[in-house]
């Protein structure tokens, strides 16, 4: 089809872009005549209505009068030996820029003076700029109009071209805003497409059918006229330009998104750090003068220790002070470059041209991933409090505790902790690096629980077991706890059959009488996810919370106890997210199981670490 319409199309030596650059400079004159004809028609009135000072501001000739080095009417006009003439001050400062080399040029014709040469007024020069000031004429068009080197010249312009105002994509040509006139006034001409100049237009034009490329092909990711779409690209998968570019256009603002999300977030935790710092430097302030204040009252045996007292919490406050700042500086470079790329890609995304757009949008490297930007939160911790408590120990008690100083303060001062972020782990070898060893506590187990495999295993049963009694036990419902209580960061796995509710719970917990509220999940003590075959659902302070997630026999649990996070997972083969709280932990977390009738779970071994973590 596309072949018998090219047969009968008429043979022309110009392609249609080389027409409309042909055309563009007639209609220019076509249009512009009447605007030359009235405004000669003005011209001859101000003659008649100015007299005698229209006639002889006519005949000045602005350029002739201008500074060739600040492009603006003479200011005090000089003139040297050359015949050329500058502003007084231009031309000094252009001389005192060569003043090392002892040689004074002319800025135009570089003509040479050995002595500086003594400027003098050029009083008729001067003269006629008056009166150029005085009509109200102006200097004539400064270089900065004029196309230079990276500029994109008006393709009409003859001689000196103007710079371009906009380029046609139909035309395949740039113009000033004068040649610019026919793509305003005239009907055909405004429908072409106007950008922002752009030397790169040849790259829209196909090098093989000399047609404006305005398809897209997607099986190639490249630009291609209509007809490379019938021809050599017949078969694949190609669309408009504007298609595309509508669609990259979506894409490219859905990164933006992310990317200010990122930058929001780590704006935000900039300023926890600069808090941090704070309480930092203001905790130790107050531990150096507490401790400063309690030496003074001591003998001068103390006075060397108490100097060491300030220099390690000097040492400790500087030490934690440059971990936040070595942090803060990571973020702020970190922010830095995330603006710089929403920059970029907001100047991109302003392209209007559909080719260069597309070109710039596949030549984009790929956004790395990066972790959730865990938000950070300053926590009321002592930081040197307990320095000054120690102090205030050893003057009590001089002589018997004035070998134990060194080890007490030092001790004391070494342990301040600073609150930093750490990413979340990402996949379950990550999880597996902060799983402990957990077992069961017989004394808290209920006695319809029969406890196995080490005390991992837990399994419900009809008949009561032999325990003994004990004030931990929980006397009505069938639950446990661990023996190891749980800070900072831990991973376990349950295994269950049945149903079983999977918990974390405080250690003060209620253990006896057949209130609701000892049940875990049913109190503010204690976070609990039940798990049967009909799904899931979370509890807590007696809420009931649906979760929709995939089946399956394991349960992962993620405990951030510094952080307040608390995660449940679904494990087989891969993990997935079922539940997450955030909150805060003021006390440490126990493992909690409750087992329901014909059920039982067990506390797997999985990366086993040292109960060093717990």
């Not at 350029?63 to 009417?73: A, K, N, P, Q, V």
């Not at 404006?212 to 490249?222: A, E, H, L, P, S």
């Not at 319809?448 to 032999?466: A, C, K």
């Amino acid at each position: 089809m596309s072949q018998e319409v090219r047969s009968h199309a008429p043979c022309s030596p110009y392609s249609q872009s080389q027409l409309c650059l042909v055309i563009s400079p007639l209609l220019v004159k076509l249009v512009s005549f009447p605007r030359q004809l009235e405004l000669s028609q003005s011209v001859r009135q101000s003659e008649v209505l100015g007299g005698k000072m229209a006639q002889s501001a006519a005949q000045l000739d602005p350029e002739s009068f201008s500074c060739s080095l600040c492009l603006d009417l003479l200011k005090d006009p000089v003139t040297i030996s050359c015949g050329h003439s500058y502003c007084r001050k231009c031309l000094q400062h252009h001389w005192d820029a060569e003043e090392e080399k002892r040689v004074y040029s002319c800025p135009q014709c570089k003509r040479t003076f050995t002595a500086r040469p003594v400027l003098e007024k050029n009083t008729m020069l001067a003269a006629r700029v008056e009166t150029l000031e005085k009509t109200g004429l102006q200097a004539a068009p400064a270089d900065h109009c004029y196309a230079g080197a990276g500029d994109v010249a008006c393709d009409v312009c003859t001689g000196r071209k103007l710079k371009a105002l906009k380029s046609c994509l139909l035309c395949q040509a740039s113009y000033c805003d004068s040649h610019l006139q026919p793509h305003r006034d005239t009907a055909p001409l405004e429908r072409h497409k106007l950008v922002e100049p752009s030397q790169q237009l040849q790259e829209n034009i196909c090098p093989r059918h000399d047609e404006v490329m305005k398809m897209f092909c997607r099986t190639d990711q490249k630009i291609i006229s209509y007809v490379c779409s019938v021809d050599e690209h017949h078969g694949h998968q190609t669309v408009p330009a504007a298609a595309e570019r509508t669609e990259r256009q979506r894409e490219l603002e859905e990164t933006r998104q992310k990317i200010q999300w990122k930058i929001q977030h780590t704006e935000e935790d900039l300023k926890v750090l600069q808090k941090e710092v704070e309480s930092i430097n203001g905790s130790a302030d107050k531990a150096v003068k507490d401790s400063e204040d309690i030496f003074t009252q001591m003998i001068r045996q103390l006075e060397r220790r108490c100097s060491e007292v300030q220099q390690q919490v000097r040492s400790t406050q500087g030490a934690a002070v440059s971990r936040v700042k070595e942090f803060q500086k990571k973020l702020e470079q970190e922010l830095m470059e995330l603006k710089r790329g929403d920059a970029e890609l907001e100047k991109i995304s302003h392209t209007l041209d559909h080719s260069q757009f597309l070109h710039s949008f596949y030549s984009l490297p790929a956004l790395s991933p990066s972790p959730d930007s865990s938000s950070l939160e300053v926590h009321p911790l002592r930081y040197f409090e307990d320095v000054a408590a120690a102090v205030t120990k050893l003057r009590d008690e001089i002589q018997q505790v004035l070998m134990e100083t060194q080890t007490n303060t030092s001790w004391t001062v070494c342990n301040v902790d600073v609150l930093l972020p750490e990413p979340e782990p990402r996949s379950r070898d990550d999880f597996l690096r902060y799983s402990p060893l957990i077992t069961l506590d017989p004394n808290t187990v209920n006695k319809h629980l029969f406890l196995s495999e080490e005390n991992r295993r837990v399994t419900r049963m009809e008949e009561v077991q032999p325990y003994c009694d004990h004030p931990d036990r929980f006397t009505v419902w069938q639950q446990v706890l661990s023996r190891e209580s749980l800070n900072g960061r831990c991973y376990w796995e349950v295994e269950r059959r049945g149903r079983v509710e999977v918990a974390v719970a405080y250690r003060n917990i209620s253990r006896a009488g057949r209130s609701e509220e000892i049940a875990f999940g049913s109190n503010d003590k204690s976070w609990s996810l039940y798990c049967s075959s009909g799904g899931y659902k979370f509890h807590h302070n007696n809420i009931r919370t649906d979760v929709s997630g995939p089946q399956s026999s394991r349960v992962g649990v993620y405990l951030d106890h510094r952080a307040g996070l608390l995660s449940f997972y679904s494990v087989s083969g891969t993990m997935e997210l079922l539940h997450r709280v955030q909150t805060s932990f003021t006390q440490p977390l126990h493992v909690g199981l409750y087992v329901y009738l014909n059920s039982s779970a067990e506390l797997m071994k999985v990366g086993l670490k040292s109960s060093e973590r717990l």
